[in-house]
T-cell receptor, first 111, second 115 residues
């Protein structure tokens, strides 16, 4: 079945550093790809998504491009802030349109 | 847009207890979901209700019993749970039903501890 693999954390960065969180997917058909974020004590919320190859999702300075040739959807941000500290989940859809999540990557940003 | 509420936020129960988790959304969404989030594991989809009909039971043990009385409310009834059922239980909803392009909106979760 469809799946995603994302880098293990925690990722620890200083404020204003460049962020990359890797995500690769295995899928049949034409899945959508998502990044969700979970702040402490909260549920998940959508950060960005892409529904077809070469689409770029972006939100709050974060970007990810749906790359079919490398089956990747890496999350990037040029300059992280302390408030970006959270757990980031990559997700894809399966052939019945259900979400399949990765294990999550914890990001810790220090001043 | 938080729109999805869950009660209680925290629950401690013994293995012989019966309790229920409640999820409510007033977003006019047509699909609702229960997920289990355990440490170091991906989110596990448990149940899906699409237009009030249960369309997914992801091999969940019968000690978990969902109920969807209307499109705004979803319950998870718990009985004779095991300690390994301790986890964060998340409810979510999506606008047009189950669709590969749809965004799911999550509640804050119920943190469950089974003693």
């Amino acid at each position: 079945g469809n799946s995603v693999t994302q880098m293990e954390g925690p990722v620890t960065l200083s404020e204003e550093a460049f962020l990359t969180i890797n995500c690769t997917y295995t899928a049949t058909g034409y899945p959508s790809l998502f990044w969700y974020v979970q702040y402490p004590g909260e549920g998940l919320q959508l950060l960005l998504k892409a529904t077809k190859a070469d689409d770029k999702g972006s939100n709050k300075g974060f970007e990810a491009t749906y790359r079919k040739e490398t089956t990747s959807f890496h999350l990037e941000k040029g300059s992280v802030q302390v408030s970006d500290s959270a757990v980031y989940f990559c997700a894809t859809t399966d052939n019945t349109d259900k979400l399949i999540f990765g294990t999550g990557t914890r990001l810790q940003v220090f001043p | 847009e938080t729109g999805v509420t869950q009660t209680p936020r925290h629950l401690v129960m013994g293995m012989t207890n019966k309790k229920s988790l409640k999820c409510e959304q007033h977003l006019g969404h047509n699909a609702m979901y229960w997920y289990k989030q355990s440490a170091k594991k991906p989110l596990e989809l448990m149940f899906v209700y699409n237009f009030k009909e249960q369309t997914e039971n992801n091999s969940v043990p019968s000690r978990f019993s969902p109920e969807c009385p209307n499109s705004s409310h979803l319950f998870l009834h718990l009985h004779t749970l095991q300690p390994e059922d301790s986890a964060l239980y998340l409810c979510a909803s999506s606008p047009r039903g189950v669709d590969r392009q749809e965004t799911q909106y999550f509640g804050p979760g119920t943190r469950l501890l089974v003693l």
